[in-house]
């Protein structure tokens, strides 16, 4: 069983998990800067990410609850999401002789950027957390 904090608690989790496969996938260009024919790769979340908040966050689309009119029926099932995020080569940069075409100042700078966002995230979630805790707190402090 998990404590959902908020109804965005779960999109900063994948915003987490996406950051980090990107985090990977620099770092696999950058390994690879000297193998011949290697295209960068990259890795497009923002899209998706946007997606789930209107859902998670109803700005979309209203949808109409079905209604459980009995504790036996079956629960509707949430509709699966086809939303992931998608990989494309990074176009653009000029290819050495080798057909190479990573530049590693780019990989650096996106990988900078890349941590950036990672630890505004975190820096989040543990706002959030420091929130909770207090609210926690200071319920026991009223029982006592």
Do not use: C, W
């Amino acid at each position: 069983m998990s404590i959902e904090i908020s109804r965005t608690h779960g999109l900063l989790k994948e915003a987490l998990d996406y950051r980090a496969m990107r985090q990977d996938m620099i770092a696999s260009n950058i390994a690879n800067a000297d193998t011949p024919f290697y295209k960068p790769r990259d890795v497009r979340f923002e899209e998706m990410l946007a997606q789930k908040a209107d859902q998670l966050l109803s700005r979309g689309e209203k949808k109409l609850q079905m209604a459980q009119t009995h504790g036996a029926h079956i629960p509707p099932k949430e509709e699966s999401s086809s939303l992931k995020a998608s990989t494309f080569y990074r176009d653009g940069h000029m290819a050495r002789n080798d057909g190479n075409s990573v530049d590693i100042d780019v990989e650096t700078t996106e990988m900078s950027k890349n941590a950036v966002m990672f630890d505004a995230l975190i820096n989040t979630n543990k706002k959030s957390a420091r929130i909770f805790k207090s609210v926690i707190e200071a319920s026991g402090k009223v029982s006592s």
